[in-house]
């Protein structure tokens, strides 16, 4: 990733876990017709550049970032409304961060690579999940 990028917030509504959330991008609702997962929003981001230059969109799951995709273009969609929308593309690969607690919130945020949680190392990625509750009291206190 580039240090002129900037990555999305966005909550996963109704996901359980990442595996919940790499099964439904998995399904022909989730994808466009090029085959990759993408995620259509109201809100065209204005920073569209410095999204492309490297950024991801980090998944937070049950009050925790788990899990981050890098977005790989912004495409234009037509709701059935008539209504023009952004779909952001995504990387297929769901890569596991360091879990880090995160408030309810609507839409999408930025989110600046110095307030991103890192990428979890190859050998803790196939790690069990912790319960979400016990992941987000070891995060809240910084333990993990």
Request: proline residues 8%.
């Amino acid at each position: 990733m580039g240090p002129d990028h900037i990555n999305l917030v966005k909550l996963s509504a109704g996901t359980e876990s990442v595996e919940t959330l790499a099964a439904w991008q998995a399904s022909r609702a989730a994808k466009g017709a090029d085959g990759y997962p993408r995620h259509v929003t109201r809100m065209w981001p204005k920073r569209e550049a410095e999204i492309l230059a490297g950024g991801s969109i980090y998944w937070v799951i049950k009050g925790l970032i788990q899990c981050r995709q890098r977005i790989l273009r912004l495409d234009a969609v037509e709701g059935r409304d008539g209504v023009r929308r952004c779909a952001l593309v995504l990387d297929p690969e769901l890569v596991r961060t360091r879990p880090a607690p995160r408030r309810m919130f609507q839409g999408w945020r930025y989110l600046p690579p110095e307030d991103s949680p890192a990428d979890l190392t190859s050998g803790h990625a196939e790690d069990d999940a912790l319960p979400p509750g016990l992941s987000a009291a070891l995060a809240e206190i910084g333990v993990i």
